[in-house]
């Protein structure tokens, strides 16, 4: 089951929203993971730090068996 993160704005970017539910400690650590390819964005790989991750979306990371649901 997803974990719910509530925004208040338009969106996020998903290095910000990784930091911001606790996933990594630091902006730098939620770069390096996504530049891996290891973050999934609605079912696709995305490498994209700065991407918009809007209510609705869906972030999964496998390696650790993490799914957000941007609500």
Request: glycine share 12%; net charge positive.
């Amino acid at each position: 089951m997803a974990e719910k993160i509530s925004i208040t704005g338009e969106y996020i970017k998903l290095d910000s929203l990784l930091k911001f539910a606790g996933i990594t400690e630091t902006g730098g650590i939620a770069k390096e993971i996504v530049q891996q390819g290891k973050v999934k964005v609605n079912g696709e790989t995305c490498t994209q730090r700065g991407k918009k991750i809007r209510r609705g979306d869906k972030v999964r990371i496998d390696e650790i068996d993490v799914e957000l649901e941007v609500v």
